[in-house]
């Protein structure tokens, strides 16, 4: 096919280029001049066949390998993604910008300004390119983004727009009912590379890992056909990162967005590198009842604690009650005093001794 067209538009050139001979040679040729008259459209049609002839034949002999040649670097740009094409030719457009408006500096080097002109045309479409590919991500992200093409006035609302999921959170489960809930605003962005790392979590021979990446992926489903949430599935990756909860971290510095996680380590990154960050288990805490110390409750003594004499007991919402001497009523419902509540982004440990012993002081 390629060949077929390369030999027709070089037959069309040949062809031209007979005719235009054929004429020019009765103007600037005297003797053929007489000649040329007496021929006409003949002589004109013999001499423009002879062109696209000579010409088809000429192509023929090295068309194969032309066509072979555009064959391959097509099939080899269709293999290029296309954030890389995207942002090849933005990188290629801006580098031939930049020289057009240098090219006033080098008028006045004459003939050596031109050599340089051309030469920093190569270099800034050059440069644009490969700086641009480098960035391909961050290009990408800017543009998913939306902030582009709008008034500064809207910038401050939208910067926190985009809340990205990490996996914990989606395995976790809650982040569901409370998207359900309407208390997240914005766009839910659910990277490609923690979708990849659900699914090899999934596809783990473990048992209860590959529970864990299926229950992770059911929450998925849920959110983004179930509830009435915007969701983004960031194709974007940032190759030069290997660690997921850094590309997390580098995505969320692009998109000026959250990161939504229940990972108390990954909480501690994000404070550190001034990244915004919504810990559920923070939201969990802050709505549980809150018990002050001096209160009495009535709970369970379940099991013994770690240090001597203590018991544990739990609240409904799961809170864990230390009690203090309460070893010895394991199995026994009783009323504790409230000596001191702990809170962290961990969870809430209440401290508690038995009211009876209070009674007895």
Known sequence: MWKKGILTFTGLCGAWFGYTAYHLAGKSIPWMAEWIQSAGLLGAGVSTALGAVL????????GTLIADRLHNGINALAKVPMNELAAGAVGTVTGLLVALLLYPCLTWLGTAGEVLQVALTVVSAYSGYMLALAKKDDLAAFWMSGRWGHPEADEGRRLEEHKILDTSVIIDGR????CKTGFIEGTIVIPEFVLEELQHIADSSDLLKRNRG??????????????DVKVLIYEGDFEEISEVD????KLAKVLQGKVVTNDFNLNKVCELQGVSVLNINDLANAVKPVVLPGEEIMVQIIKDGKEHGQGVAYLDDGTMIVVEGGREYIGMMMEVLVTSVLQTSAGRMIFAKPKLLEKAQ
């Open 55 to 62: 010409f088809m034949a000429a192509c023929n002999l090295g």
């Open 175 to 178: 982040i569901a009912d409370i």
């Open 214 to 227: 299926r229950r992770g992926l059911d929450i998925l489903n849920k959110i983004q056909k179930e509830l």
């Open 246 to 249: 850094s590309k997390l971290v």
